[in-house]
């Protein structure tokens, strides 16, 4: 500040002794007023210089100041690069906070005091259906298109949850979406969305699985009560002792069986899956399942099935022998349960020519309609359940070979028509396929082959 003053004194003495010089008091008066005139200019000019810059706060440029501006322009341009600094900071902080947000499994959307989306991540977009750049600003009720949603969000009382239909991945099987808002700051709000529709599935399965084995478990105790009850309370002839004895133990060993069939399903999904170190040769796992299903089919087909066993290349599997054996078995026994007396049952294994292993079991009975192959594995679930019962099916079968495949890697497969009866495929992956007199699995011989 010192230095301007000097500046402008020394500009008004030059112009004032100029007029002196003339002998004029008033140039000397003019020249007073030209200097302050000439001074003030250029001090607009430095000033104005100094102005462009601060409305572009672009550090790189360095305009031409001297004196007091020169200071106060170097004071400020380390000012704004600090501030620069702070916010390139708090930016990083903000994209670090956000890109968090955004991998969160839960869908998070910021509202503002009307209500209107400021921010809102991919998970919540997808969740409620909306588009996270194009909705920006928009008001949410006028999006989320849900009467109880609708109603949340105009009252104040955001301490419980609610549920709401979501944008499920086929129309057949609509999501659910748990929505609670937390208020913050001045009147926005913080929606949190999290997709329940598994949840939902599994307490409904749950509770229809709790239902179904208090249903098959209650029909033969009830049978077995009224013998027993009559037995106790009736005279009965040795022939009709016998003949009660005999359906009583039908009914004793149907339970036995489920409750064996609920074991093996609740080990099968509490264990780890089974390791590739033991090796089973297919051939004999076919030939104890088949010797299996002959003898069921005596006892419950007149006349029995023509049970055949398809000749195939020898291999051996890597996996649990027991599982194996168990899916295999309730496979070529629900054939035999389902093919009528008489009818004609193929079994086998074959390998596809991608190396996978598969086990089929092709029959000749009824077959299924369309409407009844997405729900087969399901627990219970029988298409005929009078058949069922009849022939002592627990309604577990499928759902057990489902999860033996699975557990080795594979999937179980269905095709069927009405009228010319069904296949059922248990297939392996390649990993876990050894040919005879081979110490590698079949995909390390196929990939030899490849090279040659």
Not at 106 to 124: F, K, Y
Not at 182 to 187: F, Q, S
Not at 310 to 332: Q, R, T, V, Y
Request: with cysteine; aromatic share 6%; net charge positive.
């Amino acid at each position: 500040m010192t230095q301007r003053l000097i500046q402008l004194l020394l500009l008004v003495t030059l112009a004032s002794t100029w007029g002196l010089v003339q002998s004029s008091a008033g140039w000397t008066v003019a020249g007073a007023l030209l200097a302050v005139t000439l001074w003030a200019f250029l001090d607009g000019i430095r000033a104005r210089r100094l102005m462009n810059w601060l409305s572009t706060a672009d550090t790189d440029q360095n305009p031409k100041l001297s004196g007091v501006w020169a200071e106060l322009f170097e004071s400020t341009r380390k000012v704004v690069k600090r501030l620069e600094r702070k916010t390139q900071s708090s930016n990083a902080r903000l994209d670090n906070f956000l890109a968090a947000i955004q991998e969160s499994p839960n869908g998070v959307t910021l509202l503002d005091a009307a209500s209107r989306i400021e921010w809102v991540n991919l998970t919540a977009a997808h969740q409620l259906g909306l588009d996270p750049q194009k909705d920006i600003g928009q008001y949410i009720q006028n999006l989320v298109r849900s009467p109880i949603f609708k109603t949340y969000l105009s009252g104040e009382n955001f301490t419980a949850e609610i549920q709401i239909g979501g944008i499920g991945a086929r129309p057949s099987v609509p999501s659910k979406i748990s929505v609670q808002i937390h208020p913050y700051g001045k009147k926005r709000k913080l929606m949190l969305t999290r997709d329940v529709t598994a949840v939902e599935l599994a307490n409904t399965m749950r509770s229809d699985f709790v239902a179904n084995v208090s249903h098959e478990i209650r029909t033969p105790l009830t049978v077995l009560s009224g013998f027993v009850e009559t037995m106790q309370n009736i005279p009965v002839t040795e022939t009709e002792r016998q003949h009660y004895l005999g359906l009583m133990s039908q009914q004793a060993q149907r339970m036995q069986m489920l409750v064996s069939d609920l074991l093996t399903l609740s080990r099968l999904e509490g264990s780890p899956a089974p390791g590739k170190g033991d090796w089973i040769p297919a051939e004999e796992l076919l030939s104890t399942a088949m010797q299996e299903s002959r003898a069921l089919s005596t006892v419950i087909a007149q006349p029995p099935q023509a049970i055949r066993q398809m000749d195939g290349p020898d291999f051996s599997i890597s996996g649990n022998k027991s599982e194996l054996h168990s899916a295999m078995s309730n496979l070529l026994n629900n054939a035999v349960r389902y093919t009528p007396g008489g009818g004609s049952i193929q079994a086998g294994w074959c390998l596809r020519p991608d190396g996978w292993a598969e086990f089929f079991v092709k029959d000749s009975g009824p077959g299924i309609a369309a409407e009844h192959l997405p729900r087969l594995t399901e627990r219970f679930y029988r298409v005929d359940r009078s058949r069922s019962r009849e022939t002592g099916g627990t309604g577990l079968g499928l759902a057990i070979v489902k999860h033996v495949a699975q557990r080795h890697g594979g999937q179980l497969d269905v095709k069927s028509t009405v009228g010319k009866g069904s296949t059922f495929s248990m297939t392996l992956p390649p990993s876990r396929v050894q040919l005879v007199n081979s110490t590698e699995p079949i995909i390390a011989a196929l990939s030899g082959s490849e090279q040659d």
